[in-house]
T-cell receptor, first 110, second 112 residues
Framework: TQLLEQSPQFLSIQEGENLTVYCNSSSVFSSLQWYRQEPGEGPVLLVTVVTGGEVKKLKRLTFQFGDARKDSSLHITAAQPGDTGLYLC??????????FGTGTRLTIIP | NAGVTQTPKFQVLKTGQSMTLQCAQD?????MYWYRQDPGMGLRLIYY???????DKGEVPNGYNVSRLNKREFSLRLESAAPSQTSVYFC???????????FGNGTRLTVT
C-alpha cells in the first residue's frame, strides 16, 4: 500500500509555463520533504516543510504543506528545461522512517 | 568528500544466486537506509539502521537481509535472487532526525 500518492504521474509542458504537482495521503506526517532525481543518480533534497500551512520558496519553486499535514504541493513558475527530472515527495512518521511518493516525471520542452 | 558510495553499479544474476550490495558513507551519519526503485512506485524502504548495531524492517523486507558492519557501512544481501528483485537499489544516510537523506548513485540489478 502506497501511503503517498503523487499526481500527475507524468507531465510534459513548454518552457515558460507554470505547473503544480500534488502529493496526497490519508496519514499525518511530522514533516514532508521534496526531492528531485536526475537519470542515473540518487534523489537530492530540495526542501523540508514541518509546520501545517507552511510555504517555502526556492527561486521559482514554491512548496506548501497542507494545514492538516497530510498533503503538499510543488508549484513551478516559468518552467525551464533544467527543471526536467523526477520529483518525489517523502513523508516522515516519527524521526527515522521516510515514505516516498509514487513520483512525478516532469519534462520541460524548450 | 565522496558522500555515499555504492558497489557494484550494475549486476546481472541468475535466479537462485546470491549477492551482497555494499554501501559506505563518509559523513559520520548515524542512520542508513536501503530502498528499491521500480517504475511508477517511487522508492520503497527495504531495511534501515537508526544507529550502529540496530536494524529494522521497512515496507518490503522479504527476500533481503542487512548488516550494519560499523558506522560507515551498511550492506544488503540477497540470499536467493528472484526475478521480482530486478530493480534499482539505493543506499542512503541521514545525519539527524528530520534531516536530508543523502543517496548513493544506485545499483541496477537484473535477475534472469
Amino acid at each position: 500500500t502506497q501511503l503517498l500518492e503523487q499526481s500527475p504521474q507524468f507531465l510534459s509542458i513548454q518552457e515558460g509555463e507554470n505547473l503544480t504537482v500534488y502529493c496526497n495521503s490519508s496519514s499525518v506526517f511530522s514533516s514532508l520533504q521534496w526531492y528531485r532525481q536526475e537519470p542515473g543518480e540518487g534523489p537530492v533534497l530540495l526542501v523540508t516543510v514541518v509546520t501545517g500551512g507552511e510555504v517555502k520558496k526556492l527561486k521559482r519553486l514554491t512548496f506548501q504543506f497542507g494545514d492538516a499535514r497530510k498533503d503538499s504541493s510543488l508549484h513551478i513558475t516559468a518552467a525551464q528545461p533544467g527543471d526536467t527530472g523526477l520529483y518525489l515527495c517523502a513523508g516522515a512518521i516519527g524521526n527515522e522512517k521516510l515514505t516516498f511518493g509514487t513520483g512525478t516525471r516532469l519534462t520541460i520542452i524548450p | 568528500n565522496a558522500g555515499v558510495t555504492q558497489t557494484p553499479k550494475f549486476q546481472v544474476l541468475k535466479t537462485g544466486q546470491s549477492m551482497t550490495l555494499q554501501c559506505a558513507q563518509d559523513m559520520n551519519h548515524n542512520s542508513m537506509y536501503w530502498y528499491r526503485q521500480d517504475p511508477g512506485m517511487g522508492l520503497r524502504l527495504i531495511y534501515y539502521s537508526a544507529s550502529e548495531g540496530t536494524t529494522d524492517k521497512g515496507e518490503v523486507p522479504n527476500g533481503y537481509n542487512v548488516s550494519r558492519l560499523n558506522k560507515r557501512e551498511f550492506s544488503l544481501r540477497l540470499e536467493s535472487a528472484a526475478p521480482s528483485q530486478t530493480s534499482v537499489y539505493f543506499c542512503a544516510s541521514k545525519g539527524r532526525p528530520g534531516g536530508a537523506l543523502h543517496f548513493g548513485n544506485g545499483t541496477r540489478l537484473t535477475v534472469t
